[in-house]
């Protein structure tokens, strides 16, 4: 997982996503992914999800949220489309070891 700070931050930004997820519907992580308004469009989840996240949660960092998203993403927890991967840039998208 890195060095310690990474493995926190990554930590911090899963739980931040699944505590806001946690408010849609669904009976799994991933129908409440697909429930909520990220799962639609990379691009609104670049422009506004940092917002969404601070109304569920006290983490404010964004890539720390970013670092997490790709962390459930590795884990198999959320699915992401290999289209909404595509349109959604980020520095966290790496292989996760």
């Not at 799962?39 to 960092?61: K, L, M, Y």
Request: hydrophobic share 45%.
């Amino acid at each position: 997982m890195g060095d310690s700070n990474t493995g926190w931050y990554r930590l911090a930004g899963a739980r931040a996503l699944l505590t806001w997820l946690a408010g849609f519907p669904g009976t799994s992580w991933q129908e409440r992914w697909e429930a909520s308004p990220a799962a639609a469009c990379p691009h609104r989840w670049a422009e506004q999800g940092q917002i969404w996240i601070a109304s569920a949660t006290d983490v404010t960092r964004w890539g720390t949220v970013q670092a997490g998203l790709m962390t459930l993403a590795g884990a198999d927890v959320v699915r992401l489309p290999l289209a909404w991967l595509a349109g959604h840039r980020s520095t966290h998208l790496r292989q996760v070891r």
